[in-house]
């Protein structure tokens, strides 16, 4: 039950974002100084994930760029003697971290992103993290939070928490018997419904944990919502034959698919960094 693989399904279009995704993948759109992709790997890293699987699609070729090593403009920087910036570009994946890529051959829903993994995560445990949820949180990363539910509770750990109930049409929305102060047993998971039909306030957010039988269900999960393969209708299958357990995390979750949500990210992040923070509040100010 080692955690070990996490998968990042990179093949959205990023309609919500064109024309600046129209030849940029959202998830390198900058947060600051960093791509969204690289803040989502930096949290799986802090969790003890060592085997990194995107789900590619054939416009995704800067996220390989990224992680990939670029001789030139490391031995421009050491000549320039910017040993500091070099650092930074040297170690975006740190030692003893492997990263391996799957291409989703049709945009046919989160749900089938994933199955494309299956061949890479094999029968193992694995986190799936979407980019486009950041999360910043002071102590442990949120990923971190979660593999320490999992690896306490030997089940599927799902990230949570509390939404507008007239939001309820954006998210699975669970139900939940509570175990805890933070933590529930799934009784019901429901993809986007209706405020009036939801069953709670309760959503899940871009961070998963599952275990592999979580594949065999996606084979056998027909479309559901918007015509694709949902991954909240498998999970709702995997209730029947295992426990899943959800986490309300700690820390402050942006939205960074949607446009205000990734201008509050880069407001939160300028101003948490070393750097830019002081000036960054005197810009500010000019618009208040």
């Known amino acids: 039950m080692k955690l070990e693989k996490a998968v990042f399904p990179v093949a959205g279009m990023g309609t919500r974002f064109l024309p600046a995704t129209k030849a940029n993948p ?3 759109l900058p947060i600051v100084d960093k791509p969204l992709i690289q803040y989502a790997v930096e949290e799986a ?3 003890g994930i060592t085997e990194l699987i995107f789900v590619t699609s054939s416009s995704k070729r800067a996220i390989e760029d990224h992680f990939d090593t670029n001789f030139e403009l490391e031995s421009r920087l050491a000549e320039a003697g910017k040993n500091a910036i070099l650092e930074e570009v040297k170690n975006i994946l740190p030692p003893g971290v492997t990263v391996a890529y799957i291409r989703q051959s049709v945009p046919a829903g989160l749900g089938h992103a994933v199955l494309c993994a299956k061949p890479l995560v094999g029968d193992e445990p694995f986190a799936i993290l979407l980019a486009d ?3 910043n949180a002071k102590g442990d990363s949120c990923l971190k939070q979660m593999a320490d539910v999992f690896h306490e509770q030997k089940s599927s750990v799902l990230a949570v928490e509390r939404i507008d109930p007239a939001e309820t049409n954006r998210y699975g929305v669970v139900d939940i018997e509570e175990e805890g102060s933070n933590i529930g047993l799934i009784k019901e998971i429901v993809e986007k419904p209706e405020p009036e039909n939801a069953p709670s306030n309760l959503a899940v957010v871009g961070r ?9 269900l996606l084979e056998k999960t027909g479309p559901g919502k918007g015509g694709e393969i949902q991954l909240t209708d498998a999970i709702e299958s995997l209730l029947s034959i295992e426990k899943v357990k959800t986490l309300e995390f700690e820390g402050a979750r942006y939205d960074c698919g949607d446009k205000l949500g990734y201008l509050e990210a880069t407001i939160a992040y300028a ?6 923070a002081a000036g960054f509040k005197e810009i500010i100010k000019k618009y208040q």
């Not at 998963?208 to 065999?216: G, V, W």
């Not at 101003?271 to 830019?276: G, N, R, Y």
């Open 26 to 28: 959202k998830e390198m």
């Open 45 to 47: 890293v802090k969790a």
């Open 133 to 135: 949820d950041l999360i």
């Open 208 to 216: 998963y944990i599952l275990t592999p039988a979580i594949f065999d």
């Open 271 to 276: 101003l948490e960094h070393d750097d830019l």
